[in-house]
T-cell receptor, first 113, second 109 residues
């Protein structure tokens, strides 16, 4: 089935550990996004990419890095996890300018202890 | 900066009732508005959208109303069903999307 796939679905990290979240899409979308979702707050944009090899900062980029080496993949890295990064992370993709056409993954629930 | 807020964090209705979920936004330059539905354990899914040159748009059992004067939009769901239980987000756009906090809709059989 076409869509956005996120791995892993769940993860528990200790403070200071590192990890990478993987997002893969098979719709040939140019744009990809990483959001975090916290209780009582809307989705907040962490980083985004408008094409292979390009990345840009969103609203809350601190503590995260991203890479888009292949068009279909967008990786989100946490170099030194902090409890404040406990959240649910969503990846999305879209064609340029197609705001209606955001396709979201099912999320990664990350807990940092 | 732009902010998007919802008037009520939770809404409980009986099956068959109509539901109304509200959203206020702050950026008067926003030109595009979307409602998303998010079921438990899933990512948001597109429901309906409206452009700033419209004040009403209807879909299947859903209607979005836009009042640009007071910067408010609402989502109306007719004959609400248990399968409509979810979190509903509004999102506004002036360039890229800004999401509201979400309203939890619970439909009781």
């Amino acid at each position: 089935n076409a869509g956005v796939t996120q791995t892993p679905k769940f993860r528990v990290l200790k403070t200071g550990q590192s990890m990478t979240l993987l997002c893969a899409q098979d719709m040939n979308h140019e744009y990809m996004y990483w959001y975090r979702q916290d209780p009582g707050m809307g989705l907040r944009l962490i980083h985004y990419s408008v094409g292979e090899g390009t990345t840009a900062k969103g609203e809350v980029p601190d503590g995260y890095n991203v890479s888009r080496l292949k068009k279909q993949n967008f990786l989100l890295g946490l170099e030194s996890a902090a409890p404040s990064q406990t959240s649910v992370y969503f990846c999305a993709s879209s064609h340029p300018g197609r705001l209606r056409g955001y396709t979201f993954g099912s999320g990664t629930r990350l807990t940092v202890v | 900066g732009e902010s998007v807020g919802l008037h009520l964090p939770t809404l409980s209705v009986q099956e068959g009732d109509n539901s109304i979920i509200n959203c206020a936004y702050s950026n008067s330059a926003s030109d595009y508005f979307i409602w998303y539905k998010q079921e438990s354990g899933k990512g948001p899914q597109f429901i309906i959208d409206i452009r700033s040159n419209m004040d009403k748009r209807q879909g299947q059992r859903v209607t979005v109303l836009l009042n640009k004067t007071v910067k408010h939009l609402s989502l109306q769901i007719a004959a609400t069903q248990p399968g409509d239980s979810a979190v509903y987000f509004c999102a506004t756009s002036y360039g890229k999307l800004t999401f509201g906090q979400g309203t939890i809709l619970t439909v009781h059989p």
